[in-house]
C-alpha cells in the first residue's frame, strides 16, 4: 500500500508569521528510497581517502563563514532567537569542523606497535548508513555536530531536522553540496514524528543520534529494544540546577544566574531551571540582584538591531504549553518572585522566577525562561537539591569559597560540571552529554567521534605453524 503524503507543511517566522519553507512530509516510501540510495553512496564515500573528506568538510566551514550572515539571520528568523545568539551559533557551526578533525585523529585514528612474533594494529570503520534527528533550539549547530564527524568517519547520513527549523537544513545541505560532498552522502528528509519513526525502524539504520525532548528520545529507545546491532546516542536536556553561595561579587554572581536562566529564551537544553541560594540575608541580597537585572533584559524582535537580549519562543503554540506548565506550579503554591506576564504576546514570554522551597513540582525540563528558586539551610543541604532530579545533563556552582569546588564536582551528577561558569555554555573541546534522562553515556562535543566509527583490532604476522596444546605427536 502506499503511502505517499499528500498534505504539505510549513515553517513560520515565530514573529511576523511569514512563511519560510513549505514541502511534503517524508513518508515511509520517501525513507525507503533515501535509506537505499544512503547506502549505495556509502559504498563509495568509506572509501574516499580521509583528506579528501577533510578537504570538503573544511570547504563546507569556509563557505558557512562566507555566508555567516544570512545564515544568522535565517536562523533567527526560523526559531525566534536573538541575532546575536544565531551569529554565535553559526560561528559554531563553522568551528565544529576543526574540532571534529581533531578529535577524529585523537580518539578514532590508526595505531600499531610490532612484536617478536606479530604486529598488532588498530584502526576505526564507518557505520554505514547513519539517522540524524536534530532539535529546533539549534538547527544548525546541534545536528552538525554528529553530521560532521559521521561524515568524516565516512558515514552516509540522512538527517531528519525538527519539523520547526526545515529552511535552516535545507540550507546546511545546499553549503555541503557546495562544498564538494558527493550526491546522496547527506540526505535531508522532512517532516514530524511518523518520519522520524520510519528511520529508526528501517532496516539499515546503523546508528540513530538524537538530540531532542525527553519523551522523544524514550520513544526511540523503546523502538529500537531488541536491535542491539543499531548505536542509539541519546541528549535529552536537563533540569538544571545551578548553586549560588558565599559570592563575594553579588553582581557579578547575578549576571550568571540570569544568562544560565535565560539565554535563547530559556530554550537550551543546558539553561539553568533551578537556582539553589541561602537562606537568611546572603541569599535575599543575591536574590535581589538577579530580580534587578532580569527586570533589564531586553526582549523583543530577533532580527531587530540592535539585537535584543531574547527573542522569541520557537511558536506561538510552545509558549501557550510553557505558560500552562508555569501557571500549574504556581497553583501548587509556588511564590512569584518576578514576573512580567502582562507584556507577554504571541510567541513572546516574560523571564519569571518563582520560590518552590518546600513545595513537590515536577522534575521536567520546562523549555522557556522560567528559573525555580530553593532555599536551604546549608551547602550540604544545597548539593541534595541540585541532586534531586532524574536528569544529568549541567550543574554550575558560584562561590567565592575554593573549598566547596570539590565537594561540589564530587557531588553531584551530572556531564558537565562548571564553577563560577553558567550552565548554559559548554567547550567543543570538551565532551557534551549527561546521564540519568539527560542521555545514555554517548557524549556528543569531542567525543562524537566515538560513536561515528567503530574500532578494529587486528594481529597480523608472516604465516607460521603452531604449537597445539595437547596435541599427540607422530
Not at 554505514?128 to 564527524?149: R, S
Not at 542509539?232 to 547575578?254: H, Q, R
Not at 535565560?262 to 537544553?269: E, L
Not at 513572546?348 to 518563582?354: C, E, I, L, T
Amino acid at each position: 500500500m502506499s503511502t505517499h503524503s499528500t498534505q504539505p507543511f510549513s515553517s513560520y517566522n515565530p514573529v511576523s508569521g511569514a512563511t519560510l519553507w513549505t514541502g511534503l512530509p517524508a513518508d515511509a516510501a520517501h525513507v525507503d528510497m533515501a535509506m537505499q540510495a544512503a547506502q549505495q553512496a556509502f559504498q563509495v564515500w568509506r572509501h574516499t581517502p580521509f583528506a579528501e573528506r577533510v578537504q570538503i568538510a573544511e570547504r563546507f566551514a569556509e563557505l558557512v563563514t562566507e555566508q555567516q550572515d544570512s545564515l544568522a539571520r535565517l536562523i533567527a528568523a526560523e526559531t525566534g532567537k536573538a541575532l546575536w545568539d544565531a551569529r554565535s551559533e553559526v560561528a559554531a557551526t563553522a568551528g565544529k569542523v576543526a574540532l571534529s578533525i581533531q578529535a577524529y585523529e585523537q580518539r578514532t585514528g590508526t595505531q600499531q606497535q610490532s612484536t617478536a612474533s606479530h604486529t598488532r594494529s588498530l584502526r576505526h570503520a564507518p557505520h554505514g548508513v547513519v539517522v540524524v534527528i536534530g532539535p529546533f533550539n539549534f538547527p544548525a549547530h546541534l545536528p552538525n555536530g554528529h553530521i560532521v564527524p559521521a561524515l568524516l568517519a565516512g558515514n552516509a547520513v540522512v538527517f531528519k531536522p525538527s519539523e520547526q527549523a526545515p529552511a535552516v537544513a535545507e540550507r546546511l545541505a545546499q553549503l555541503w553540496r557546495a562544498a564538494g560532498l558527493p550526491d546522496k552522502v547527506l540526505q535531508v528528509l522532512n517532516g514530524a514524528g511518523a518520519t522520524g519513526q520510519a528511520l529508526v525502524a528501517h532496516p539499515l539504520s546503523v546508528a540513530v543520534l538524537f538530540t531532542g525532548g525527553e519523551p522523544a528520545g524514550l520513544a526511540i529507545h523503546r523502538a529500537l529494544a531488541g536491535r542491539p546491532q543499531v548505536l542509539l546516542a541519546l541528549e535529552m536536556g536537563g533540569n538544571n540546577p545551578i548553586i549560588a553561595w558565599e559570592v563575594d561579587d553579588v553582581a557579578a554572581a547575578a549576571s550568571q544566574i540570569v544568562f544560565s536562566a535565560f539565554v535563547s529564551a530559556g530554550q537550551r537544553c543546558t539553561c539553568a531551571r533551578r537556582l539553589i541560594i541561602p537562606e537568611g540575608v546572603a541569599g535575599d541580597d543575591l536574590l535581589a540582584a538577579v530580580i534587578a537585572q532580569t527586570k533589564s533584559l531586553s526582549i523583543g524582535d530577533p532580527l531587530a538591531e540592535p539585537s535584543p537580549f531574547m527573542g522569541s519562543l520557537i511558536h506561538a503554540k510552545a509558549a501557550t504549553d510553557f505558560k500552562a506548565a508555569r501557571t500549574a506550579i504556581i497553583q501548587q503554591g509556588a511564590g512569584v518572585l518576578y514576573d512580567d506576564f502582562a507584556a507577554e504576546n504571541g510567541a513572546f514570554v516574560s523571564p519569571s522566577m518563582v520560590d518552590v522551597t518546600g513545595i513537590a513540582v515536577p522534575d521536567e525540563e520546562l523549555f522557556g525562561p522560567f528559573l525555580q528558586v530553593t532555599r536551604v539551610a546549608d551547602f550540604e543541604q544545597a548539593l541534595q537539591a541540585a541532586n534531586q532530579t532524574r536528569f544529568g545533563l549541567a550543574a554550575a556552582l558560584l562561590s567565592s569559597r575554593a573549598e566547596l569546588f570539590e565537594p561540589f564536582q564530587q557531588t553531584v551528577r551530572a556531564g558537565i560540571l562548571n564553577v563560577n561558569q553558567p550552565t548554559a555554555g559548554a567547550s567543543g573541546a570538551a565532551p557534551f552529554g549527561g546521564i540519568g534522562l539527560s542521555g545514555n553515556h554517548r557524549p556528543a562535543g569531542f567525543y562524537a567521534a566515538d560513536y561515528c566509527a567503530y574500532p578494529v583490532a587486528s594481529l597480523s604476522a608472516d604465516l607460521h605453524s603452531m604449537t597445539l596444546p595437547g596435541a599427540k605427536t607422530a
